[in-house]
């Protein structure tokens, strides 16, 4: 039985899509990906990776006037988090033998079977994740309780009623900023627990691993190399801020989250690597690409700002910078 996906992505992340897709693919060997496909660039390339468990979306297929009227006023990362609910709405609507769909952010990387997620979520019409933030973080759920990286809806009643009800409030509102209870489409998702009786909140220790989260985590590997959190499997890993550099380096975090604990290095490493085989495949299609790739001085000062300039000073700045 299919295990259907989605995901949205331009070229500047495809390197990174592609390695997550792959992974998926690897860990769950019935998946199929819907992925949206925000430039020209990422559709052309993804079409002749003849992938058989990829379908492309056009970004024009999806758009409609209201899409577009909210696009004028949203940067682009704010939009892409717009469509976050649009593309399983669009996916349902269009397969109607899709009973199932889960979102997934394109910055993560599996590294063993899904499926413990999969019957631990069981026939919930709704499966979400929380943020999990290590204790010198918890602040920072002011800005959402749960983390829009694994978002599930079921084609039933309440499934459908709850994405509908997300996408309405994303096209209506959605901006990096904090305002009126609402940050970008991630703090919707906070009332769902209550609203929604068959809304599932996801407990593997091993699912949703992030730099927010890892500091209060211990990680080890087993006999065969698998990777563990506080004794369980690694599912998938959040590679927030990550950075592939323009001289061929990684930049993998902030000092923020380094300098009080180092990040799991096994597990990053196992994401360059699979970086690595997303580019040289991608390169064999478009010779050249360099999709993704940063300047390093860019890098450098993007992390100082990061490190140094107190949060209330960006959320601040975020009420005027289109993100």
């Known amino acids: 039985m299919t295990t259907y996906f989605c995901t949205l992505f331009d070229s500047g992340y495809l390197i990174k899509g592609m390695a997550m897709m792959e992974s998926l693919v690897r860990w769950c060997p019935d998946a199929h990906i819907f992925v949206l496909c925000m ?9 002749a990776s003849n992938r058989s468990y990829i379908s492309c979306i056009p970004l024009t297929d999806l758009e409609t006037p209201e899409l577009l009227e909210a696009k004028k006023s949203r940067g682009v990362a704010e939009y892409c988090w717009t469509l976050s609910p649009c593309l399983p709405t669009f996916v349902l609507r269009h397969h109607p033998e899709i009973d199932f769909i889960t979102y997934l952010d394109s910055d993560l990387l599996f590294y063993s079977p899904i499926q413990p ?6 026939d919930n019409s709704i499966a979400i994740i929380e943020h999990r933030f290590a204790p010198r973080l918890q602040d920072r759920e002011v800005n959402g309780r749960f983390c829009v990286e694994w978002v599930s809806f079921r084609r039933d009643e309440e499934g459908m009623r709850c994405l509908d009800r997300w996408r309405e409030q994303c096209i209506e509102w959605c901006y990096y900023r904090l305002e009126d209870g609402k940050m970008g489409d991630q703090k919707y998702l906070d009332e769902w627990p209550d609203l929604y009786p068959h809304c599932h909140i996801i407990e593997h220790p091993g699912a949703g691993v992030a730099p927010w989260n890892y500091e209060k985590l211990h990680f080890t590997q087993n006999a065969s190399g698998q990777i563990e959190v506080d004794g369980s499997p690694l599912i998938f890993y959040h590679f927030h801020q990550f950075q592939l550099l323009a001289n061929g380096d990684f930049n993998r975090l902030s000092t923020f989250y380094t300098s009080v604990c180092e990040e ?3 597990a990053y490493e196992a994401y360059e690597r699979a970086l690595m085989r997303a580019l040289d495949a991608i390169r064999t299609i478009s010779p050249g690409f360099s999709g993704g790739l940063r300047p390093v001085r860019a890098v450098a000062l993007r992390r100082w700002v990061q490190r140094y300039v107190p949060l209330p000073i960006k959320r601040f700045l975020h009420r005027f910078i289109r993100y």
């Open 117 to 122: 997620i999969l019957d631990e979520i069981g």
């Open 264 to 266: 799991p290095v096994v």
């Open 39 to 47: 430039d020209q660039q990422a559709q052309e390339i993804l079409t």
